[in-house]
């Protein structure tokens, strides 16, 4: 029995230092959004066993902190989402900066949704938290979804 409660505790204790690194990822401190999201790209898809492809623009650099963190949970959200309720299986995540405004993109091949239904009875929080940490930077989120057909997130920025 003990050895099961140790075992258990250290489940436990990985659970949260994943869940930190998570959060809180240091690659995004030390080398922004564009390494950060590879990153996390790549862990999701062997974690999960899906395909994520990643593009980078050459413009992006490194942006306003409060941005970069903003636009990271934001593709954390819509990564969840298109695995766990989407069933998708491949995802596409861009991050790029045309004309000086950043945009970050995530598509996906999942079964979709109906995108007003989800925020008229409020079982989009998902979409709510994305919309809130957009507005933070006084950028906007646009959700375009089609059953069968997958979803796509855009979000853009100042």
Do not use: W
């Not at 489940?11 to 996390?40: E, F, M």
């Not at 942006?63 to 995802?91: C, K, M, T, W, Y």
């Amino acid at each position: 029995m003990l050895s099961d409660i140790e075992e258990q505790t250290l489940q436990v204790y990985n659970d949260i230092r994943q869940l930190s690194h998570d959060l809180h990822p240091p690659t995004l401190r030390l080398l922004g959004l564009g390494a950060a999201l590879k990153a996390h790209c790549r862990e999701i898809g062997r974690r999960h066993g899906v395909e994520i492809d990643y593009s980078l623009g050459a413009e992006v650099g490194r942006l306003d902190p409060s941005v970069e963190i903003a636009l990271f949970r934001i593709a954390q959200e819509a990564l969840r989402n298109a695995i766990v309720h989407g069933s998708a299986r491949h995802l596409t995540v861009s991050l790029a900066r045309p004309n000086g405004h950043v945009e970050l993109t995530v598509s996906d091949d999942g079964r979709g949704f109906d995108v007003e239904a989800a925020r008229r009875t409020g079982d989009g929080l998902g979409l709510m938290s994305m919309d809130e940490r957009a507005h933070v930077f006084g950028g906007d989120v646009q959700v375009v979804s089609r059953p069968a057909e997958g979803t796509i997130v855009r979000v853009r920025g100042a």
